[in-house]
């Protein structure tokens, strides 16, 4: 008869690998699944999910055949006192043909792999290249002169592509490794600190999509997020016109005028927005090396013109503009992305709570003091003990910002 303590292992046992498998039943099931990767909505992904419908299947039976194995080999001999069974090993015929199986189901499984790797890492078809920086923790693209390109550009959270193109994204990092990964249009590819790792990747239509930093950074790996998305070649060239417009300054006497100036007080010492200048009529340009560990801050010109903030982290509009968005169709995806954050759309919570106290809304090593080797910088953005007025004020002024 067997023990108590037997029958509530087993128990155990069952009850745990239920919950694993109802956790990944429902994590299958979730709203959208904006980071599916069985769902491929470009050339890459698709090379990706033509080798999965190879692999996985092969792997499941085999993981099937070696469960069932398994449990019948600890039910079949499990300890009754008897005496050892009857070993495979010396036994020729056993042993080549547990050697061959294997070696064949591993070299059909290789040969499509290899292939897909090296499909992958093609990158003399690209058509447009775009610099990718990973930092803590938060994305910035840099997009140099090229052709549809004539000035560069600098954005973050959202990278902007045209559909139907080979992009070649030239991926870097610049304190710790992170990993980038758009589950729907390519695989992972790690952002090292001193090196260059090439990525391409390609949208087949217009839409958003989803991402997330897969390489352990620090505090808020998990807060890590990033957006593509994607524009017809029509509404492309649209965005780059608008990220390439000169800045132009709020009217005299209004708040979002009184919110430059909190701006230029406050934050203009690590973000840039091309084309500001101070009370003197001189061009400002951060200087974020002086207060950033990793010497960079998110560049807020046109900040407006997309739709998250804080690496992605928080939308800049409210969820009904932002299903508006994201469940738009090919064809109304362009012209809504393109309109950019509207004062009715703007999301003056989460917004509002960032600008209030950063630290508090996405951790941080935002106290320099509490952090050794720092030399005395930031890892993210600190509490800058903004009045409420500050705050309404420079709400006023990062509207304008489209």
């Known amino acids: 008869m067997e023990s108590r303590n ?11 690998v239920s919950a694993i498998a109802a956790a990944v039943v ?13 769902q491929p ?13 190879i692999v996985f299947p092969i792997a499941g039976v085999v993981g099937v055949i070696v469960l069932a194995l398994a449990g019948y080999i600890f039910y079949r001999f499990r300890d009754r006192g008897q005496a050892i069974p009857v070993q495979s090993h010396g036994k020729p015929v056993v042993e080549i043909t547990l050697t061959i199986i294997p070696a064949l189901i591993l070299s059909v499984v290789g040969v499509f792999t290899f292939r897909t790797i090296f ?16 930092q803590q923790w938060w994305w910035e693209y840099d997009y140099p002169t090229q052709e549809g390109i004539s000035q560069p550009i600098i ?5 902007v592509i045209p559909v139907g193109t080979k992009v070649l994204l030239r991926e870097t990092s610049r304190d710790v490794i992170h990993s980038y990964w758009i589950p729907a249009l390519n695989g992972k590819k790690d952002a090292v600190p001193g090196r260059i790792h090439l990525l391409r990747l390609e949208a087949d239509k ?35 016109a608008n990220q390439q417009k000169a800045y132009v300054s709020p009217a005299e006497g209004t ?8 701006f230029l007080n406050q934050c203009s010492r690590c973000h840039q927005v091309n084309g500001i200048k101070d009370a003197n ?17 998110p560049n807020l010109s046109h900040l407006m013109s997309r739709n998250t903030f804080a690496g992605a982290m928080f939308d800049l509009v409210i969820d009904k503009c932002r299903d508006d968005v994201w469940n738009a169709s090919s064809e109304e995806f362009g012209a809504k992305y393109l309109a950019g954050v509207s004062s009715d759309c703007l999301n003056q919570k989460d917004l509002r709570a960032w600008l209030r106290n950063a630290p508090g809304m996405k951790p941080m090593y935002a106290d320099p003091a509490k952090l050794e080797k720092s030399n005395g910088l930031y890892r993210g953005m600190p509490n800058l003990g903004l009045t409420e007025d500050d705050i309404d004020k420079l709400v006023a002024y990062l509207i304008t910002l489209k």
Request: glycine share 8%.
């Open 119 to 134: 499909d992958l890492a093609e990158t003399k078809d690209t058509e447009m290249i775009i610099n990718v920086t990973g």
């Open 26 to 38: 429902l994590a299958g099931c979730a709203k959208n699944a904006p980071q599916d990767t069985f």
């Open 281 to 297: 009529g001189k061009a400002v340009i951060s200087a974020p090396d002086e207060n950033v560990y990793s010497g960079a801050a």
């Open 41 to 53: 909505k470009g050339a890459n992904a698709q090379m990706i999910q033509d080798l999965q419908v």
């Open 255 to 262: 708040k979002a005028k009184e919110g430059e100036a909190v």
């Open 6 to 16: 037997v029958k509530s292992s087993r128990r155990r046992l069952v009850a745990s």
């Open 155 to 159: 954005t973050s959270g959202q990278l």
């Open 206 to 240: 217009p839409g958003i999509y989803a991402g997330q930093c897969t390489e352990f950074c620090g505090l808020s790996h998990a807060n890590m997020r990033m957006e593509t998305v994607a524009l017809s070649k029509a509404d492309f060239a649209k965005w780059v």
